[in-house]
């Protein structure tokens, strides 16, 4: 549990302990049922006169720091990159099927594989989803052994995910037209969980956000290509 140490105000004073669920005054409230994402459960809890003692503390806050709230929003970052893994993984497996799809089915004597609109649409998928997947890629391997994915490219990575797994998930649903609605097929849970995956640990809007605010102040990333806009250029 995130918590702000007595004293604290704001972002001051902000750590983290870890809380048994089977503690005294521990009580969950309520589950969310989601449309998707279903092997993870999220829940309300609720504490009530919870005794915290000093073996419980994870990261301790200091009233008269943000420190430790800033170390705790930096780890947010692996929880970016698995988000963005588990929509690259998703869309892979959706390309995958329309793929298969199409080579299989045969209408006036030809697969779909065969029509140059169709081919299209895989053409685009696979564009955007290896973008995702080369962006990800960056953003983990610049971690390093035991470190920490860099917010700017994580915030980059993420964003691209989460757009390539829905345009890529949609269209294979579109070019397996009624049957990719039906859940006889594995795109229609697919579609749920990317949706799902588009709200966690930041949504597309908070990445923008993020990352405009980062470009408009000068912040790039590592790509050789980019230089700070605010500095002469000469």
């Known amino acids: 549990m995130w918590c702000r140490w007595p004293g604290g105000e704001g972002a001051k004073g902000i750590g983290a302990v870890i809380v048994p669920t089977d503690r005294e005054g521990v009580s969950i409230t309520g589950r969310h049922k989601g449309m998707g994402i279903h092997a993870a459960t999220e829940a309300e809890l609720a504490f009530d006169g919870v005794a915290i003692t000093a073996e419980d503390i994870l990261l301790a806050g200091d009233p008269s720091s943000t420190a430790a709230f800033k170390v705790l929003l930096s780890h947010l970052n692996h929880e970016r990159c698995g988000n963005a893994a588990m929509c690259v993984g998703a869309a892979q497996g959706a390309l995958e099927h329309a793929v298969r799809y199409m080579s299989e089915r045969v209408i ?57 797994a829905k345009f890529v998930c949609d269209e294979a649903m579109q070019i ?23 709200f966690g640990a930041g949504t597309v809007e908070a990445q923008r956000n993020f990352i405009g605010l980062r470009v408009a102040a000068g912040g790039h990333t590592g790509s050789p290509g980019w230089r700070n806009p605010l500095e002469d250029p000469r």
């Open 108 to 164: 006036g004597g030809r697969p779909l594989a065969d029509l140059q609109g169709l081919q299209w649409k895989l053409a685009d998928m696979a564009v955007q989803l290896e973008g995702a997947r080369l962006l990800l890629g960056r953003a983990v391997r610049l971690a390093g052994a035991g470190g920490t994915p860099p917010p700017l490219e994580t915030a980059l990575a993420k964003t691209a995910a989460n757009l390539a």
């Open 176 to 198: 397996h037209g009624g049957y990719g609605y039906s859940r006889e097929y594995p795109l229609e849970r697919a579609y749920r969980d990317i949706r799902g995956l588009c």
